[in-house]
């Protein structure tokens, strides 16, 4: 395959590679950091990781300002193993069926714990300095947490002790999250063990249990009812009704599949046909700005890996909504005000964002970029789709703005297809988080809309999986068009 195949030749695919290789070490050492310490001394606490766990950012400096992210959140934890995944498929890293099998220890251990007894061997209030007192959960708050609430607590410490401080609680898209992502190491690893399948299990039954109550969102600030919540949850639960059904648990199957088909209902009231987009969020307060526009819509779709018409890749209303998003972000952000050629957005979460530099960030960023690659792959890979799809209004967008050399002729036959233009317009995606990413390789979790200087947390677990599983999206499609034009 040409190295250049992907567009103009400027030296984007061997940057691609060379952050690849970067990437995936520097995600393993977010992985049971056990050679890490880390002292939250207000707190009176000393956190050295078990194996299996993962913390979000290893290299938090709470005394610099930097956000501090040395917790093992299930999201993350969740993302970061269908990274693992991923490397595990390419061939990238000999070690990972034994680093899952730790995350599914470590992670079943975190279901067991319980607040109350944390409560009863007396919680050291003592060694919390005064100042911080008034960020920790009271006791009658702590002494909830057992059996399902453990759950929805969001995050733990990656020592595998609860949080004290007090957070936006609960979360639920964790448990459907990891479900998800270990029902696809099932497929493609043999014999993952009891553990794998306990873990399941437990994650399948709470989204069961719990899908119709509100939960904070993706990015912690509200409750109510998301859209990306509920998407995981409903693949989740559909894939996991078959897992079940496989394994003859068909009771618990039919369960989970009315659940989901609730869900699918719920989905649908997002759609905005006055607004034109998904709306990220229902039945939470009013902000200013307004949310409703929100990145984690298109998230989740990738993180569901659906790729369907309905809350899927090729969904034209979902396609609407990344375009929307674009647009936003074409605008708020003033490093995307006068583009350098070849590149398209640095996007960000939703308007107004506050949280540090406000924006953008790579996981979003990385995130269009995978949307592109990946539509591109099922445009191709399945023929009965080809014409189809062509009308999309991402394709028509992207062949727009794809000049005719912006593809290798040899690929495409002599014209930028439409699948051709959409990885064209991914790989508009990549050269700016290129732009934004010093020599060293790493990737914090920002990068300032005005300055694009890096911020926020410091090597980002999340941003290393965002790059990871964008790359694979883009090699996929690449690897399905030159299949297509050959034969
Ligand atoms: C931490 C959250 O994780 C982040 O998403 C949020 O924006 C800030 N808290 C502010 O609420
Ligand atoms: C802030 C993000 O909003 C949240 O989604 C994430 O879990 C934490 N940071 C840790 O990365």
Redesign the pocket.
């Known amino acids: 395959m040409p190295a250049d195949a992907g567009g103009m030749d400027d030296g984007l695919t061997a940057w691609m590679k060379a952050e690849m290789a970067f990437a995936s070490a520097a995600i393993l050492r977010c992985v049971s950091a056990t050679d890490r310490v880390m002292r939250r001394t207000p707190f009176g606490q000393t956190v050295v990781p078990k194996p299996g766990s993962v913390v979000?950012?290893p290299n938090t400096d709470p005394a610099s300002g930097e956000?501090d992210?040395f917790?093992h959140?299930i999201?993350?934890s969740a993302i970061v193993m269908d990274a693992l995944r991923v490397l595990h498929c390419r061939g990238m890293c000999p070690d990972a069926r034994r680093i899952l099998d730790a995350f599914v220890s470590f992670s079943l251990g975190l279901s067991g714990l319980d607040g109350a007894s944390l409560v009863r061997q007396g919680l050291s209030r003592h060694t919390i300095l005064p100042d911080v007192l008034k960020y920790v959960r009271p006791n009658e708050e702590l002494e909830n947490v057992r059996g399902d609430a453990v759950l929805g607590e969001a995050?733990f410490n990656p020592d595998g002790t609860l949080d004290i401080i007090r957070w936006s609680r609960p979360q639920h898209d964790g448990p459907a999250l990891r479900a998800l992502v270990l029902l696809r190491w099932h497929r493609v690893a043999d014999g993952l063990g009891a553990g794998v399948e306990a873990l399941v299990e437990q994650d399948l039954a709470f989204v069961e249990r719990h899908w119709r109550e509100p939960c904070y969102d993706?990015?912690?600030e509200e409750s109510g009812y998301h859209y990306y919540t509920r998407l995981v949850q409903m693949e989740a639960l559909s894939a996991g009704a078959e897992w079940l059904d496989e394994g003859g648990n068909r009771r618990q199957a039919v369960r989970c599949r009315s659940a989901a088909q609730a869900l699918r209902t719920q989905l649908d009231r997002h759609w905005s046909p006055d607004r034109g987009f998904y709306l990220s969020r229902l039945g939470t307060p009013r902000t200013d700005p307004d949310k409703s526009l929100d990145s984690s819509v298109f998230l989740a779709v990738l993180h569901a890996a659906r790729d369907g018409r309905e809350h899927g890749l090729r969904d034209p209303r979902m396609q609407a909504t990344l375009r929307e998003l674009e647009r936003l972000f074409a605008s708020e952000y003033a490093i995307n005000r006068s583009p350098r050629e070849g590149r398209a957005l640095a996007m960000g979460r939703y308007a107004g964002d506050r949280y540090v530099s406000g924006g953008a960030w790579y996981m979003t960023t990385l995130g269009a970029a995978e949307f592109h690659y990946s539509l591109a792959e099922r445009m191709v890979s399945d023929d009965a789709l080809k014409g189809s799809d062509r009308g999309t209004l991402l394709a028509v967008d992207a062949s727009r703005t794809a000049k005719g050399d912006d593809l290798s002729p040899r690929l495409t036959g002599g014209s930028a297809g439409p699948a051709g233009a959409l990885i064209a317009r991914g790989d508009g995606f990549m050269r700016v988080v290129r732009d934004h990413t010093p020599g060293s390789g790493e990737l914090s979790?920002q990068f300032d809309q005005s300055s694009g200087q890096q911020t926020s947390?410091r090597n980002?677990a999340?941003s290393y999986a965002g790059f990871i599983t964008a790359y694979d999206a883009r090699e996929r499609a690449m690897a399905a068009l030159h299949e297509a034009v050959q034969s």
């Open positions: 979000a950012a956000p992210y917790f959140w999201r993350d995050r993706i990015w912690e979790e947390a980002l999340w």
